[in-house]
């Protein structure tokens, strides 16, 4: 156990404007400065002074490729200490001249695409300085491209203005001559920085022949060590030192220089003189590997757009995104074909969108789906023609969970239930022997049904609600009217007007040798039912709509709630319900995707009363409490604007749940689960494994009901962990493996 499948399979790495692999002549470099070329450059003897040699051999050949034949270049950490150097040196100087800090209406401009680095430095240091300018973010046209009219009507009153000539996540390349023109032909005077992180070895640079008064570099993003910058400054441009000490880099910035930093710079830079290419090719090139990687885009994926404007870019940044896909799905799907990209902005509390998409004023989906996928000047034909066949493996793949765009022919036959979620709304699937019933469907998920049902060739039975929602419409007509179904003859709840009666005694649906029986559950709304899953008697799960959630009930303070009802409802459920099924709600704040009555006994007390055998608590004081704990209800939560019931969990693995790949041999015989979606299973796993996606790992529980012990795994550690919390809380002994298939590879 522990060799990923198919073994062997090398990382294609397209995600250069992040970070760049280093190359091996940088690597040689290093190693033999960290050998034999130890020295400090400031000692005087030999070994000083081979050091300080490599050094200015190395910041001559930047003066060369940078086309700064003077100003300060300067050897920092990276391109943030760069930025803020630039930035401490701007405003110190304003700071010194009474007549720029009195000024009224004083800005600090920057592009509204700047990398965090640029806006979240000039904010900290106006604040900490006291300049109090305003920080104003100039705007971007739909191409990325800087609004020269805004700069020309706010120059006069900028005392620094922050541009970028490339950008990290488009590749769009400004032109920095009408920047400058439209800059001085304002404000001659102000200070100009241009962040060059991206451009270098993508467009050429001459820097000393612009107004350019600072320029930050760094050498992660082309091929250097991490930990290595450069800063352009132009000679008459203010300067104070970021780093004070012992005075080295002519006391620009002190600090014993950092040699092998410095040495992985030195083969990059002979490379990008190089007329000959060997090492980094042409930009005609570039553009053909551009143009054949597009290609290969738009034929996996055919309803891929593309987000940046290749006319205006440099060749080496795709951003795109792919209709009906979150780029957390497609950033999965493109690991686990072992090809790192990134998504197009940085993802924090799950939501994730682009900032910079967001300032071109692209459509909302397009930012939260955007891929970027980038590419460094080293890359070689045959790098490329291995990552296009990646990608069509990738795009294949998707067969294999009904997702592949243009091919919707199953892989295999869906059987049982499938757990969809839409924030914290969930709807389900239930498919037995060709024929499905949907329940609760809500909008956002019509056309993953849709497709699904067409992909499987299913015939929907039924549509049905566990309840009139509050909080949202029911997207029940309209998937409906997708599917081509006829709604006339169904009641509100979607039930058929004659139902007939099931092997529980109650109005049900048949679905291949399943049962659906309607229970009626009224409480949160007066219309509330719970549907009964079973094959004939045996009750395996119950749809509960709202009436049970995890770790709370559904409030009842709505104009049709009666919580009277819901103590009987909830008594009468757990008359009828083995301790055990599974309970599906409509709603899962937590992501805790199922539990049962057994599980929300121990974890709601107000539960627990109720269901007790001899039940201390009347229905009058059930409704007490229970209007007590609805005005409890905090705050609306994202993506829900009513939040339907009470919930209030506390759950954490234990750190024995937390598992190692070594740590699994200990185990007695666990059964390995890997979590993710079916097309990433496809495409590579652990060997001796189980595939249940989360969407169908109450399906997998249904199949295997005996206590094993499970081992959730899936590609970073946070799936595997939402499965195994979720499996802990319903009392089965579950793990997971922390890290994912990341660290196993
Ligand atoms: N500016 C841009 C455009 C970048 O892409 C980055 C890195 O992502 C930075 C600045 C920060 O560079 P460093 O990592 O060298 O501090």
Known sequence: MGALTPSGIDEVYLDTNATTPVLPEAVAAVEEVMRALYGNPSSTHITGLKARHLMESTRQLARQVLGASNGHLIFTSGATEGIQTAVVSALSSVKSQPELLNRPGKLLLYGATEHKAVPNTLKHWNQLLGIDAEVMAIPVNHQGLLDLDFIRRHAKDALM????????????????????????????????????????????????????????????????????????????????????????????????????????????????????????????????????????????????????????????????????????????????????????????????????????????????????????????????????????????????????????????????????????????????????????????????????????????????????????????????????????????????????????????????????????TPGHTSDAVALLLSKGEDIQAAFVGDTVLHGGLGRTDFESSDAKALYRSLKALGQQLPAKALLLPAHDYHNLLFTSLEAERRSNPLLAQVLAPVSMLDEAAFADQKARLDQALDTPMEGCEIRCGVTNLNLKLSAEQELTLDDLALLDTPLLVDVRESHEHHLQHLGNDASAPLSRLAQYLLEHPEDKPLVCYCRSGSRSQVAAAALTRLGRRAYHLKGGVALSQ
């Not at 005077?189 to 760094?218: E, H, N, R």
């Not at 969970?401 to 869906?414: A, D, F, I, N, V």
């Open 161 to 520: 203005i922050c541009t970028m000539a490339v950008n990290n996540e488009t590749g769009a390349r400004q032109d920095l001559s009408a920047v400058e023109e439209a800059i001085r032909s304002q404000n001659p005077q102000c200070l100009w920085m241009v962040d060059c992180v991206q451009a270098l070895g993508k467009m050429p640079l001459a820097l000393s022949d612009t107004s350019i008064d600072y320029a930050p570099f760094s050498g992660h993003k082309l091929y250097a060590m991490k930990g290595i910058g450069l800063l352009y400054v132009r000679q008459k441009a203010p300067f104070s030192p970021f780093i004070a000490g012992g005075g080295q880099e002519q006391g620009l910035r002190s600090g014993t220089e950092n040699l092998p930093g410095i040495a992985s710079l030195k083969p990059i830079l002979e490379a990008l003189l190089d007329p000959a290419h060997s090492t980094f090719r042409s930009v005609d090139t570039l553009n053909g590997f551009r143009a054949q990687l597009a290609d290969a885009l738009l034929t996996a994926f055919p309803g891929l757009v593309f987000n940046n404007d290749f006319s205006v870019s440099v060749p080496t940044t795709l951003n795109f995104s792919v209709k009906g896909f979150a780029s957390k799905e497609l950033l999965d799907l493109f690991d686990a074909a072992n090809i790192r990209v990134s998504s197009g902005s940085a993802c924090s509390s799950g939501a994730t969108r682009s900032f910079v998409l967001d300032a071109m004023g692209l459509p909302a989906w397009q930012s939260e789906a955007a891929i970027r996928l980038s590419f460094g000047p080293a890359m070689t034909q045959a790098q490329l023609d291995h990552a296009c066949e990646r990608i069509a493996k990738a795009s294949d793949a998707l067969r294999y969970s009904c997702r592949h765009p243009g091919h919707l022919k199953p892989t295999e036959q869906l059987e049982g239930l499938v757990q969809l979620k839409s924030g914290a709304d969930c709807c389900y699937l239930l498919v037995s022997q060709g024929q499905a019933i949907v329940i609760d469907p809500v909008s956002p998920l019509v056309e993953r049904l849709v497709e699904t049902i067409s992909c499987q060739g299913l015939q929907v039975a039924a549509i049905l609600d566990t309840h009139g929602h509050a909080d949202h419409l029911s997207a029940a007509p309209v998937l409906a009217e997708r599917l081509g179904l006829a709604s006339s003859d169904v009641d509100a709840l979607g039930w058929p007007q004659q139902a007939s009666t099931g092997p529980l005694g109650l109005p049900a649906i048949a679905v291949g040798d399943n049962w659906l029986s309607r229970m009626a």
